[in-house]
């Protein structure tokens, strides 16, 4: 158990819905990354959050968006959902302070669009 | 940008032999960290093992073990006395400086036969 907590694990909705993902860091940890894992893309990184702030955004589509709150949970909102946004998003945390900043993953949230 | 390339999508060993798993990457940073991640089938992302670019010494962790070669931009992963429950997709990943994303090779598939 890396510490870092993902809800829902599965959700399954129709083209053209909204979802919100939920990620809970590990106790202490400020950086919050978001990632989407699938069959054509494989890991690509989406954004990250600093102690609240947006730090780095990678393919984030205009679609998705995140935040990060006052708690450092974070969600990530995907919007207009196509087909193609099946995947499995990943959260992971890190450390400030730590000179290898390792990033624990969470479980993963598996969304399918149908 | 940074590239990780992993040029065997798939590989087999038998249970108690040794298998090494290929990585190179390119960049022109001088500062990084390198990471082997595992996802066994449960899909958690897992932390098998890290290296530091500054550091000359190779990474050991239990059976798992690297062979870096800065120069070369090379970064394998050697797993000793292979278990079945070394079964898993392999996941090569840079990571520029500190509180930085993880960029990630396409992974290999390792399956560990009895």
């Known amino acids: 158990d890396s510490g870092v907590t993902q809800t829902p694990k599965h959700l399954i909705t129709a083209t053209g819905q909204r979802v919100t993902l939920r990620c809970s860091p590990r106790?202490?940890?400020?950086?919050v990354y978001w990632y989407q894992q699938s069959l054509d893309q494989g890991l690509q990184f989406l954004i990250q959050?600093?102690?609240?702030?947006?730090?780095a955004k990678g393919n984030i589509l205009e679609r998705f968006s995140a935040q990060q709150f006052p708690d450092l949970h974070s969600e990530l909102n995907l919007s207009s959902l196509e087909l193609g946004d099946s995947a499995l998003y990943f959260c992971?945390?890190?450390?400030?302070?730590?000179?290898?900043?390792?990033?624990?993953f969470g479980p993963g949230t598996r969304l399918t669009v149908t | 940008a940074q590239t990780v390339t992993q040029s065997q999508p798939e590989m087999s060993v038998q249970e108690a032999e040794t298998v090494t798993l290929s990585c190179t990457y390119d960049t022109s940073e001088s500062n990084y960290y390198l990471f082997w991640y595992k996802q066994p089938p449960s899909r958690q992302m897992i932390l098998v093992i890290r290296?530091?670019?500054?550091?000359?010494q190779n990474a050991t962790e239990n059976r798992f073990s690297v062979n870096f070669q800065k120069a070369a931009k090379s970064f394998s992963l050697k797993i000793s006395d292979s278990q079945l429950g070394d079964t898993a997709m392999y996941f090569c990943?840079?990571?520029?400086?500190?509180?930085?994303?993880?960029?990630f090779g396409k992974g290999t598939l390792l399956t560990v036969n009895p």
């Open positions: 990943a840079f990571r520029r400086g500190s509180n930085y994303k993880l960029t």
């Open positions: 992971a945390s890190s450390a400030p302070g730590s000179g290898s900043y390792e990033q624990y």
């Open positions: 106790s202490g940890d400020l950086s």
């Open positions: 290296q530091e670019a500054y550091k000359q």
């Open positions: 959050y600093y102690n609240g702030e947006e730090r």
